[in-house]
């Protein structure tokens, strides 16, 4: 049971556009901390796409955006490419000095 | 550019020791917090222990406390984690991570993992 709740699954046709939310509590994103989202690819290691809710690192396509509602934060793909196909996590900070990851949400690109 | 490099990942028997080890390059190591992310093999990602730049403070996920430690060489440009009591459900793929340099709760750069399995 993952501290915060992503949906297991999401899909979308080439050029459409996703949203993938991620649910949390009062001392995790209630609590004011950052929400970051990774995207991890097929056979490889996680990769910072979203830090602090909707910031982008460098070389990360404006096509992923991130925001914030209460307990809540959402990433957004417009503009779906068959490479986006992958498993996005959300990660937050929870009081207890602990870093907490959602369980994980599997994109297919249909 | 940034390299993470995990090493000592094996099979293990339940209640034997391991010791994880992660060589840095392509950064200043000393001035960067350190991580341990593990991933059991298809399931998600859990963060499992941190330490400050300088060694002083650590941190870890209650799944691991009193069992795991982890240390860093900076001399060395590495990163440790001592594994011992292990059980099969610390099966999984260990990741060395960074912070992110622009905000240090998230996790900057990974490496490619080293995979531990516990079994009899």
């Known amino acids: 049971q993952s501290v915060l709740t992503q949906p297991p699954s999401v899909s979308g046709a080439p050029g459409q556009r996703v949203t993938i939310t991620c649910t949390g509590s009062?001392?995790?994103?209630?609590?004011?901390?950052?929400v970051h989202w990774y995207q991890q690819l097929p056979g490889t290691a996680p990769k910072l796409l979203i830090y602090?809710?909707?910031s982008r690192p460098s070389g990360v396509p404006a096509r992923f955006s991130g925001s914030r509602s209460g307990t809540s934060a959402s990433l957004v793909i417009t503009g779906l490419q068959p490479e986006d196909e992958a498993v996005f996590y959300c990660?937050?900070?929870?009081?207890?000095?602990?870093?907490?990851f959602g369980g994980g949400t599997r994109l297919t690109v249909l | 550019e940034v390299e993470l490099v995990e090493s000592g990942g094996t099979v293990v028997q339940p209640g034997g020791s391991l010791r994880l080890s992660c060589v840095a390059s392509?950064?200043?190591?000393?001035?960067?917090?350190m991580h341990w992310v593990r991933q059991a093999p298809g399931k998600g990602l859990e963060w499992v222990a941190h330490?400050?730049?300088?060694?002083?403070?650590?941190s870890y996920a209650d799944s691991v406390k009193g069992r795991f430690s982890i240390s860093r060489d900076n001399s060395k440009n590495s990163l440790y984690l001592q594994m011992n009591s292990l059980r099969v459900e610390d099966t999984a793929f260990y990741y060395c991570?960074?912070?992110?340099?622009?905000?240090?709760?998230?996790?900057?750069?990974w490496g490619r993992g080293t995979l531990v399995t516990v079994s009899s």
């Open positions: 009062g001392s995790n994103i209630g609590a004011g901390h950052d």
């Open positions: 602090r809710y909707s």
């Open positions: 991570v960074t912070d992110f340099e622009h905000s240090s709760s998230a996790f900057g750069d």
């Open positions: 392509g950064f200043p190591f000393d001035g960067f917090s």
């Open positions: 330490l400050t730049w300088d060694g002083d403070f650590a």
């Open positions: 990660q937050s900070y929870d009081d207890g000095l602990r870093r907490v």
